[in-house]
């Protein structure tokens, strides 16, 4: 029996040793292959009683909300990725430390925190992204920021930067930047559109397709920022060129003055078609130049903010002036945190108005004399006619009472004649013995 074991044993060997070989080559394939998968936390903006931005029907909350379901199912369609969001439904409101902490207990690779934009007086438009002041958190940030801005400009949106905040205790300034920093998570926050400006109305106020259409650009952004492939979408971006930004020093601070340089120099003036092209002189040492407006009246109404060419200093700008005005012409200058300066006023005394309009005022005088004198004309032979038939009734009148003065002398002769043959009649009656 002894014998025979051992027999069975030796014959078992090969399979145990080639079980064993498999076992190993398994094991050691395993770090090569079971990469560890990409944990992304999406947060969308507000939530509860914080409805954030509200303009018209639209209310901030259910549009970060909308972004970010689509962003996430877009996400989903890419390999060796997780995604959460920090909450499912609108209604959920949690603080910004709630926020980083879900992040920090996912053990997030990257949380994006999206939002939509309102500003006073309602004169912005365009969309930034905010990222850390700090080290690393900084350079991950401007990294994945600048795939983000270049993908929302071509959407065709208006790009204002991408920038950092600090606060009176040198902290990021928002609070979700900062938590999320305190607790090791690369965290950035998109602003993607204005609710109260027109230009960038268009991109959100068709329908529902256009908030999930931001989620996809988002997601694409982060795919590339990853380097992620998708067998799905049949996209691989293994060799996506992302942005290489050096982890800064010192903190990263914002710009805090106005731009430097805000200059107006008139070009040309034809008064004739009362056409002024200025010359915009701008630039910001620390920042950049974001929009400039103009104002014709020294600087009380200015017209819309316009895009400054972002690597331009100057920019040449046509005016049609309004004629039979003294102008004022002055431009105000946006870096790219909003701070103003405006620039040097240029006088142009009143012009004539141009030749269409002059034209015109001339032919509506003429059609004006026209009829005036047509006016008169036939008010003239009304009056002539209407005299002419007074001419006439007094002739009539006149006769009719020559008519009537002639038959009372008729009447009066006839009454007197009576008289006087009654009273011979009477005289002859008294003597008849005669
Ligand atoms: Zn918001």
């Given at each position: 029996m002894k014998f025979c074991d051992y027999i069975l044993k030796i014959k078992k060997l090969p399979v145990v040793l080639l079980a064993t070989f498999f076992v190993l080559l398994y094991v050691f394939s395993l770090p090569v292959n079971a990469e560890r998968e990409i944990v992304?936390?999406?947060?969308?903006?507000?939530?509860?009683?914080?409805?954030?931005?509200?303009?018209?029907d639209f209310i901030e909350k259910y549009m970060n909300l909308t972004v970010a379901n689509a962003m996430r199912e877009e996400l989903e369609k890419y390999e060796g990725i997780v995604v959460y969001l920090t909450h499912e439904d609108a209604e959920t409101n949690l603080t910004l430390k709630q926020r980083a902490e879900f992040a920090a207990s996912k053990n997030a690779d990257f949380m994006f925190c999206?939002?939509?934009?309102?500003?006073?007086?309602?004169?912005l438009y365009g969309a930034e992204v905010w990222v850390s002041a700090f080290d690393i958190f900084y350079a991950k940030g401007h990294s994945f920021g600048q795939i983000m801005m270049q993908a929302l400009e071509e959407?065709?949106?208006?790009?204002?930067?991408?920038k950092t905040r600090i606060n009176n205790r040198d902290e990021d300034y928002y609070g979700i930047i900062r938590e999320s920093r305190a607790l090791d998570i690369d965290t950035i926050l998109i602003e993607y559109a204005h609710l109260d400006h027109i230009n960038?109305?268009?991109?959100?106020?068709?329908?529902?397709?256009?908030?999930?259409?931001?989620?996809?650009?988002?997601?694409t952004a982060v795919a590339q920022f990853f380097r992620?492939?998708?067998?799905?979408?049949?996209?691989?971006?293994?060799?996506?060129?992302?942005?290489?930004?050096?982890?800064?020093?010192?903190?990263?601070?914002?710009?805090?003055?106005?731009?430097?340089?805000?200059?107006?120099?008139?070009?040309?003036?034809?008064?004739?078609?009362?056409?002024?092209?200025?010359?915009?002189?701008?630039?910001d040492y620390d920042s950049f130049i974001l929009y400039y407006a103009i104002c014709l009246d020294g600087g009380r109404n200015f017209g819309t903010l316009q895009p400054f060419p972002r690597t331009e200093?100057?920019?040449?700008?046509?005016?049609?002036?309004?004629?039979?005005?003294?102008?004022?012409?002055?431009a105000q200058v946006f870096n790219a945190y909003d701070r103003i300066t405006p620039s040097n006023i240029i006088s142009i005394a009143a012009l004539p108005p141009d030749k269409v309009v002059e034209d015109i005022l001339e032919e509506l005088e003429e059609i004006i004399e026209i009829s005036l004198a047509e006016l008169t004309q036939e008010l003239t032979e009304?009056?002539?006619?209407?005299?002419?038939?007074?001419?006439?009734?007094?002739?009539?009148?006149?006769?009719?009472?020559?008519?009537?003065?002639?038959?009372i002398v008729i009447i009066i002769s006839r009454i007197t004649l009576l008289l006087k043959v009654r009273r011979h009649a009477r005289i002859e009656d008294k003597s008849p013995e005669s």
């Amino acid at each position: 029996m002894k014998f025979c074991d051992y027999i069975l044993k030796i014959k078992k060997l090969p399979v145990v040793l080639l079980a064993t070989f498999f076992v190993l080559l398994y094991v050691f394939s395993l770090p090569v292959n079971a990469e560890r998968e990409i944990v992304i936390v999406i947060d969308p903006g507000h939530g509860g009683d914080n409805m954030g931005a509200m303009h018209n029907d639209f209310i901030e909350k259910y549009m970060n909300l909308t972004v970010a379901n689509a962003m996430r199912e877009e996400l989903e369609k890419y390999e060796g990725i997780v995604v959460y969001l920090t909450h499912e439904d609108a209604e959920t409101n949690l603080t910004l430390k709630q926020r980083a902490e879900f992040a920090a207990s996912k053990n997030a690779d990257f949380m994006f925190c999206l939002h939509f934009n309102m500003s006073e007086g309602g004169i912005l438009y365009g969309a930034e992204v905010w990222v850390s002041a700090f080290d690393i958190f900084y350079a991950k940030g401007h990294s994945f920021g600048q795939i983000m801005m270049q993908a929302l400009e071509e959407m065709g949106l208006f790009n204002r930067g991408i920038k950092t905040r600090i606060n009176n205790r040198d902290e990021d300034y928002y609070g979700i930047i900062r938590e999320s920093r305190a607790l090791d998570i690369d965290t950035i926050l998109i602003e993607y559109a204005h609710l109260d400006h027109i230009n960038d109305q268009e991109f959100y106020t068709l329908g529902d397709f256009q908030l999930e259409e931001f989620g996809r650009v988002t997601a694409t952004a982060v795919a590339q920022f990853f380097r992620l492939r998708s067998d799905i979408l049949n996209i691989d971006f293994s060799d996506f060129p992302v942005p290489e930004v050096e982890a800064p020093t010192e903190i990263v601070r914002p710009d805090l003055t106005p731009p430097d340089v805000s200059h107006l120099e008139l070009v040309s003036l034809d008064i004739e078609k009362r056409e002024a092209v200025f010359k915009l002189i701008a630039e910001d040492y620390d920042s950049f130049i974001l929009y400039y407006a103009i104002c014709l009246d020294g600087g009380r109404n200015f017209g819309t903010l316009q895009p400054f060419p972002r690597t331009e200093t100057e920019v040449l700008i046509t005016l049609d002036l309004p004629a039979e005005r003294n102008l004022r012409v002055v431009a105000q200058v946006f870096n790219a945190y909003d701070r103003i300066t405006p620039s040097n006023i240029i006088s142009i005394a009143a012009l004539p108005p141009d030749k269409v309009v002059e034209d015109i005022l001339e032919e509506l005088e003429e059609i004006i004399e026209i009829s005036l004198a047509e006016l008169t004309q036939e008010l003239t032979e009304r009056q002539e006619q209407i005299y002419k038939r007074l001419e006439t009734y007094q002739i009539i009148l006149i006769t009719i009472a020559i008519l009537m003065i002639l038959v009372i002398v008729i009447i009066i002769s006839r009454i007197t004649l009576l008289l006087k043959v009654r009273r011979h009649a009477r005289i002859e009656d008294k003597s008849p013995e005669s």
